[in-house]
């Protein structure tokens, strides 16, 4: 990547953190339907600019606390962490990107992936979304994207991952209302014990 490509997307990010601070300055609270928050911190990571990445991703927690973001904004969480040797934290991004899209890790080290046999509760879930995507995941490096093989065929990653599997499957079948809460309730259960693991 070129200095001017960097420069063109530190001067992205740092529109979009502007207007995002805005807005909040101005209404009180931030009506971001469009999505516009995830791109900040993804500019901040392309421009080299890993410490105000981290900063936002910071600021994103206090501000959206129930927000479960996109799988490329989650991937690049994990690269964040990463960088900055917060190896813990960026271990447990790397879990929330694999399950926000459980094709886009293997996608990165070139693995034959196909279309689970799954509910998927978004169109960011589904494989398609990979080609979408696909100009954001050429930035890990070899060495990153070897860090996120290892993981994702450690122990911790292929509990989480049958987990889900096992528990999206399940909703791809179930009709009855009250059955699929119970599915949803056990998953939570389960993927918030393993994702701590």
């Not at 530190?10 to 209404?27: I, V």
């Not at 994103?60 to 813990?88: C, M, Q, T």
């Not at 934290?89 to 996608?107: D, G, H, R, V, W």
Request: hydrophobic share 35%; aromatic share 14%.
């Amino acid at each position: 990547m070129t200095p001017e490509d960097k420069k063109r997307y530190r001067d992205r990010a740092n529109r979009g953190r502007r207007a995002l601070l805005t807005e909040k300055e101005q209404h009180g609270y931030i009506s971001d339907g469009a999505g516009k928050r995830y791109n900040v911190p993804i500019y901040y990571v392309l421009a080299g600019a890993n410490d105000k990445a981290l900063d936002f991703y910071s600021w994103y927690e206090s501000e959206f606390p129930d927000d479960v973001g996109e799988p490329i904004f989650n991937l690049y969480w994990a690269l964040a962490e990463f960088r900055a040797d917060h190896i813990k934290e960026a271990e447990y991004k790397l879990k929330i990107t694999m399950i926000s899209n459980m094709y886009m890790l293997p996608f990165l080290f070139h693995e034959p992936i196909e279309q689970l046999d799954i509910w998927h509760s978004s169109t960011v879930e589904h494989l398609s979304y990979l080609y979408e995507a696909e100009a954001f995941l050429k930035e890990p490096t070899e060495a990153e994207r070897l860090w996120i093989k290892q993981s994702y065929d450690s122990q911790q990653f292929l509990d989480l991952r049958n987990g889900y599997i096992a528990a999206y499957s399940a909703l791809q079948h179930e009709h009855d209302f009250h059955k699929r809460g119970d599915i949803l309730n056990k998953w939570r259960k389960l993927s918030a014990k393993l994702l701590e693991e």
